[in-house]
């Protein structure tokens, strides 16, 4: 699970969570909900995976 990739996230991703949709059983972690548009960037805290959020934020939050 430590492979320390960065992912791209836009508007249509959120709300972010980690692990993502369609990961394998095997490589599962507990979901966690990530703020990326705080900062424009989030590291999930079990597997280290890097978000970076791309495009427009979302209106109307």
């Known amino acids: ?3 320390n ?3 791209e996230v836009t508007a249509h991703d959120l ?3 980690c692990p993502p949709a369609g990961t394998v059983a ?6 966690v909900y990530l703020d990326v548009l705080q ?3 989030v590291t999930c805290p079990y597997c280290s ?3 970076v ?3 427009d934020a979302p209106k109307g939050h």
């Open 5 to 7: 990739k960065t992912v």
């Open 26 to 31: 095997w490589n599962l972690h507990p979901r």
């Open 53 to 55: 959020f791309k495009g």
């Open 15 to 17: 709300p972010l969570h």
């Open 39 to 41: 900062t424009g960037e």
């Open 49 to 51: 995976t890097h978000y």
């Open 1 to 3: 699970m430590a492979d």
